[in-house]
């Protein structure tokens, strides 16, 4: 079955850490776009960070650089963000987008919920 799982939310304060997993099965990760979004009540979907393939060059939304990092583990066929000293606005349900870079067909999954709050 062709999908991705993305796993790792939660609770955490204010200056916290958590780190996103998106875990791609059925088709090799490393080969494909990788984009983190997230969605809150009342905003737009977000661009958080991206991956590209081929390759790996990244870039990320302006809220979070310097604080994120997306990344990828090949034999775990696993992409990952690492997000650091988060704020209260970084709350949201957190989806990856695999994309072909040549089809531009995408896998998403169901999201993870990232909640910061004293």
């Known amino acids: 079955q062709v999908h991705v799982v993305e796993s790792g939310g939660g609770l955490v304060q204010p200056g916290g850490s958590l780190r996103l997993s998106c875990t791609a099965s059925?088709?090799?990760?490393?080969?494909?776009?990788v984009t983190w979004y997230r969605r809150t009540p009342g905003k737009a979907r977000e661009l958080v960070a991206v991956?590209?393939?081929?390759?790996?060059?990244?870039v990320y939304g302006d809220s979070v650089t310097g604080r994120f990092i997306i990344s990828r583990d090949n034999v775990k066929n696993t992409v990952y963000l690492e997000m650091n000293s988060l704020k209260v606005e970084d709350t949201g349900v957190y989806y990856c987008?695999?994309?072909?870079?040549?089809?531009?067909?995408?896998?998403w999954g169901q999201g993870t919920q990232v909640t910061v709050t004293s």
């Open positions: 991956i590209h393939a081929p390759g790996s060059s990244t």
């Open positions: 059925g088709f090799t990760v490393s080969t494909y776009t």
């Open positions: 987008d695999a994309r072909d870079p040549i089809t531009l067909y995408a896998y």
